[in-house]
Each structure stands twice: as structure tokens, then as C-alpha cells.
């Protein structure tokens, strides 16, 4: 019974290429109980009281989990509004984020804090569009020269002071992104630790041997690789790893790529994908404002005092255009895109956007597999990853117009 001593309503999706964590179930039944998955099965499950949703053939898989994003549909998490939370969690869900990790930008102090404020109340009224999972914070703590299109005015190395003032302002951080090579930062790597945060690096000059002791240090992830990051230099004659072959070289190091076909090309998602593999490489759209938004200008950014792009090409540009300015990408692109561009198979890119985010963010007692057990979270594609249909606990949050030859036996409420 719930809270309100009814039985939870049941549903039972039909006719579903079902992926699973390790096969396809080609015409599979899922079972939901209120918010939960009850039962996955290869034949029918005997439910006369459940309403029914027919897949009609289309695949059904785990919910999108994208733990690094910025914003889309004309919004961005440094806005300082409520509305942008819940639009660009709306957004989203439109191409299959069941779950997200809302990032920051390098901003002052005050607007980083006002920022969490609005996370946590913003985070209550969130029930139409992808769950949030905790604060990510990109900076400010970077090396200048890799900074990218971080705002330089307010990049610094790690005070203790200050990254106090912000862990007891608020409880919703969940990881936080550095170049582990500034004075502070191991110290820092071993505090985030102890409040059991994901510590990552980001924006980083740091050699093998940084990034070694970055690891004994706490620090488990590699934010976007290649982007923002070292790679192989020469300093006065001799050669060093940088943090890209150090990711690579080291296997406690889960990495993210920007699967969104113009960030990295082919070869390189082939080469990470190869080393790390589907169990230690996190999918992440990096998305800006203008994700879900037709191409032309747009804003990189806080709305109030951001950078001016141009949306193009499927990518945010500097106005100059000799650099990128940020991703448009949505959870579907990123799939498709190891799909078709890295040729990596369906069920292990699916895994690395939703087992291993769910893993990487402590979230996989619940989220990231159709399993028997954890969160009715899933979407219903076709053969094109189009998404047709994006369910959170339960609850349908989206769905594509009737055309698409889904439709539910008896009505379900969309929300």
C-alpha cells in the first residue's frame, strides 16, 4: 500500500527490445509497481489489473544518467532562477535523462552559493523532468592556461577557508572539479573525500606523477578527457605523460568523454574506449544553454554577465571561432554517436550512460539497470535512438507524438 492506502498502479510494458545490463531481450515484458521495476521477463507477465504500454518493437532501456551538464532549452544552472533548474531538467528528459548532476561554472563566490541555494529549492519542485542528483562544481579551483571557456576572473587555487564556507553552506555537492597540480589541491582531494564527494580533474597542466598522487589523494575521475587537459610535453628536453595518458595508464581513474561527434573525433573515442572500456568510460553531454535549441547565437553562461557563442556545426563556438565554447548535445547524440561514429555496440554504449554514471555518482543500489528492484527509470527508442518515451519512477515525463506507434492500452497520465 501507499501513503494514501491505495495499491500502487501497476503498468506492464509489452513487445520491448529490452536491454538489460548484459543482453537483449527481444521481446520482452518489464513489469512496474508504482515506482519500482517488480518483474523483467522473456514471455508475457500475468497481470490482469495492470495497465499496458506496447513498445510496439522498440528499444527499452535504463534511463539516461548524465552527471555533467550545464543547461539547454535557453537555460543554464547559473542563471540564479528556479525556472532554469526545472526547464533544463525538463529539456533533457525529452531525449532520455532520467537523471542528471547539475554543473557550475568558474563563477565569484556569492553567485556560487546563491547557485546551490536555488539547487535546493529547486530540487523539490523537480517532478517533470530529470531527477537531480547533487551539485557539480566545475572550478574555480583550475591552471589558467587550460581554462578553456571558464572565466578567467575568477579562477584561483584551492583556500581552505573558501571551500569550507561552501561544503557548510550546503549539503547538495556531490563532486567537484580541479587541476590537481595547484598549491592546496591533494589537501583538498583528501577533504572532499572525507565528506564523501567525487573529487575529478578538470582544467589541468598536471604530469603522471601529479595525477598518481592526485589519485592517492581522492581523486577518481577525469573530467571531460582530452578537453581542458594535458597530454604529452616536452619541458627542457624531456618528455612527460600528461593527464590523458595518465588516465589511460591508470585503472582507478574513471574518465568522461563528450560523446557528441565534434569534440572528439572517431579515432579518439575508439582509443578511450579501447583502454578503459564500457565499465570505467562515462558519456556526458557538457550541454550549455543551448541544448534542445536551433542553431545561431547564444550565451555561455549565466544569462545575466555570460559569454556570447555561436551555435553551429552541432557545437557552441567562440564569436572568433578559433575555439569551442561549450557542448549543445543531448543523451541521445551520445549514443548514437559511439554507436555510429566509434562503432561500439549498443548495449555497452547504453552501459556507459547509465550502469557506469550510476556507479561513478554512488547512485547504483537504485538507478542505472533494468533490474527487479530499482527505479522504474527507463526510455523507449527505435532503431535511430529517436526517443519516443522517458520514464522516471514510474511516471511518464515525455512522450513522442502518437505517430511513433506508441500508445498505452488503457490512458496514463503524462506529466
Same mark, same amino acid.
Given at each position: 500500500?501507499?501513503?494514501?492506502?491505495?495499491?500502487?498502479?501497476?503498468?506492464?510494458?509489452?513487445?520491448?527490445?529490452?536491454?538489460?545490463?548484459?543482453?537483449?531481450?527481444?521481446?520482452?515484458?518489464?513489469?512496474?509497481?508504482?515506482?519500482?521495476?517488480?518483474?523483467?521477463?522473456?514471455?508475457?507477465?500475468?497481470?490482469?489489473?495492470?495497465?499496458?504500454?506496447?513498445?510496439?518493437? *522498440?528499444?527499452?532501456?535504463?534511463?539516461?544518467?548524465?552527471?555533467?551538464?550545464?543547461?539547454?532549452?535557453?537555460?543554464?544552472?547559473?542563471?540564479?532562477?528556479?525556472?532554469?533548474?526545472?526547464?533544463?531538467?525538463?529539456?533533457?528528459?525529452?531525449?532520455?535523462?532520467?537523471?542528471?548532476?547539475?554543473?557550475?561554472?568558474?563563477?565569484?563566490?556569492?553567485?556560487?552559493?546563491?547557485?546551490?541555494?536555488?539547487?535546493?529549492?529547486?530540487?523539490?519542485?523537480?517532478?517533470?523532468?530529470?531527477?537531480?542528483?547533487?551539485?557539480?562544481?566545475?572550478?574555480?579551483?583550475?591552471?589558467?592556461?587550460?581554462?578553456?571557456?571558464?572565466?578567467?576572473?575568477?579562477?584561483?587555487?584551492?583556500?581552505?577557508?573558501?571551500?569550507?564556507?561552501?561544503?557548510?553552506?550546503?549539503?547538495?555537492?556531490?563532486?567537484?572539479?580541479? *587541476?590537481?597540480?595547484?598549491?592546496?589541491?591533494?589537501?583538498?582531494?583528501?577533504?572532499?573525500?572525507?565528506?564523501?564527494?567525487?573529487?575529478?580533474?578538470?582544467?589541468?597542466?598536471?604530469?603522471?606523477?601529479?595525477?598518481?598522487?592526485?589519485?592517492?589523494?581522492?581523486?577518481?575521475?577525469?573530467?571531460?578527457?582530452?578537453?581542458?587537459?594535458?597530454?604529452?610535453?616536452?619541458?627542457?628536453?624531456?618528455?612527460?605523460?600528461?593527464?590523458?595518458?595518465?588516465?589511460?595508464?591508470?585503472?582507478?581513474?574513471?574518465?568522461?568523454?563528450?560523446?557528441?561527434?565534434?569534440?572528439?573525433?572517431?579515432?579518439?573515442?575508439?582509443?578511450?574506449?579501447?583502454?578503459?572500456?564500457?565499465?570505467?568510460?562515462?558519456?556526458?553531454?557538457?550541454?550549455?544553454?543551448? *541544448?534542445?535549441?536551433?542553431?545561431?547565437?547564444?550565451?555561455?553562461?549565466?544569462?545575466?554577465?555570460?559569454?556570447?557563442?555561436?551555435?553551429?556545426?552541432?557545437?557552441?563556438?567562440?564569436?572568433?571561432?578559433?575555439?569551442?565554447?561549450?557542448?549543445?548535445?543531448?543523451?541521445?547524440?551520445?549514443?548514437?554517436?559511439?554507436?555510429?561514429?566509434?562503432?561500439?555496440?549498443?548495449?555497452?554504449?547504453?552501459?556507459?550512460?547509465?550502469?557506469?554514471?550510476?556507479?561513478?555518482?554512488?547512485?547504483?543500489?537504485?538507478?542505472?539497470?533494468?533490474?527487479?528492484?530499482?527505479?522504474?527509470?527507463?526510455?523507449?527508442?527505435?532503431?535511430?535512438?529517436?526517443?519516443?518515451?522517458?520514464?522516471?519512477?514510474?511516471?511518464?515525463?515525455?512522450?513522442?507524438?502518437?505517430?511513433?506507434?506508441?500508445?498505452?492500452?488503457?490512458?496514463?497520465?503524462?506529466?
Amino acid at each position: 500500500m501507499n501513503s494514501n492506502g491505495k495499491a500502487p498502479q501497476r503498468l506492464k510494458i509489452i513487445n520491448g527490445r529490452i536491454l538489460t545490463p548484459y543482453r537483449l531481450i527481444p521481446n520482452g515484458t518489464i513489469l512496474i509497481t508504482g515506482s519500482t521495476i517488480s518483474e523483467i521477463s522473456e514471455r508475457d507477465i500475468n497481470v490482469p489489473d495492470a495497465d499496458v504500454l506496447d513498445a510496439t518493437g *522498440a528499444y527499452v532501456s535504463p534511463g539516461f544518467i548524465d552527471i555533467h551538464v550545464h543547461g539547454g532549452g535557453g537555460h543554464d544552472f547559473m542563471d540564479g532562477s528556479e525556472d532554469a533548474f526545472l526547464q533544463i531538467a525538463r529539456t533533457h528528459a525529452r531525449y532520455g535523462t532520467t537523471a542528471m548532476v547539475p554543473t557550475t561554472l568558474t563563477s565569484s563566490l556569492d553567485n556560487l552559493l546563491n547557485t546551490l541555494a536555488i539547487y535546493e529549492q529547486a530540487s523539490g519542485k523537480n517532478t517533470a523532468g530529470a531527477q537531480f542528483l547533487g551539485m557539480h562544481l566545475e572550478g574555480p579551483y583550475f591552471a589558467m592556461n587550460q581554462r578553456g571557456a571558464q572565466d578567467p576572473r575568477y579562477i584561483r587555487p584551492p583556500d581552505p577557508a573558501e571551500y569550507n564556507e561552501v561544503l557548510n553552506h550546503s549539503t547538495s555537492i556531490a563532486r567537484w572539479s580541479a *587541476a590537481p597540480e595547484l598549491p592546496g589541491a591533494l589537501a583538498f582531494g583528501d577533504y572532499l573525500r572525507s565528506k564523501g564527494i567525487l573529487a575529478a580533474i578538470a582544467h589541468t597542466d598536471a604530469v603522471y606523477d601529479e595525477v598518481l598522487a592526485a589519485v592517492q589523494h581522492g581523486y577518481s575521475l577525469a573530467t571531460h578527457l582530452y578537453s581542458g587537459m594535458s597530454g604529452v610535453s616536452r619541458r627542457n628536453g624531456f618528455r612527460y605523460a600528461g593527464v590523458v595518458e595518465s588516465a589511460f595508464l591508470l585503472d582507478q581513474l574513471d574518465v568522461e568523454l563528450i560523446a557528441d561527434g565534434v569534440h572528439l573525433p572517431a579515432p579518439l573515442l575508439k582509443l578511450a574506449y579501447k583502454i578503459k572500456g564500457h565499465d570505467r568510460t562515462v558519456l556526458i553531454t557538457d550541454a550549455m544553454r543551448a *541544448a534542445g535549441m536551433p542553431p545561431g547565437n547564444s550565451i555561455l553562461g549565466s544569462i545575466h554577465d555570460g559569454i556570447a557563442v555561436i551555435v553551429e556545426d552541432g557545437v557552441a563556438k567562440m564569436p572568433d571561432r578559433q575555439a569551442f565554447a561549450g557542448s549543445v548535445a543531448t543523451a541521445d547524440r551520445l549514443v548514437r554517436t559511439m554507436v555510429t561514429m566509434a562503432e561500439i555496440p549498443l548495449l555497452e554504449a547504453i552501459r556507459m550512460i547509465s550502469s557506469t554514471p550510476a556507479r561513478v555518482m554512488g547512485v547504483s543500489d537504485r538507478k542505472g539497470e533494468l533490474r527487479a528492484g530499482k527505479d522504474a527509470d527507463l526510455v523507449i527508442f527505435d532503431d535511430d535512438i529517436a526517443v519516443q518515451l522517458t520514464m522516471i519512477e514510474g511516471r511518464i515525463v515525455f512522450q513522442q507524438n502518437p505517430k511513433t506507434r506508441l500508445e498505452t492500452v488503457n490512458t496514463l497520465p503524462i506529466l
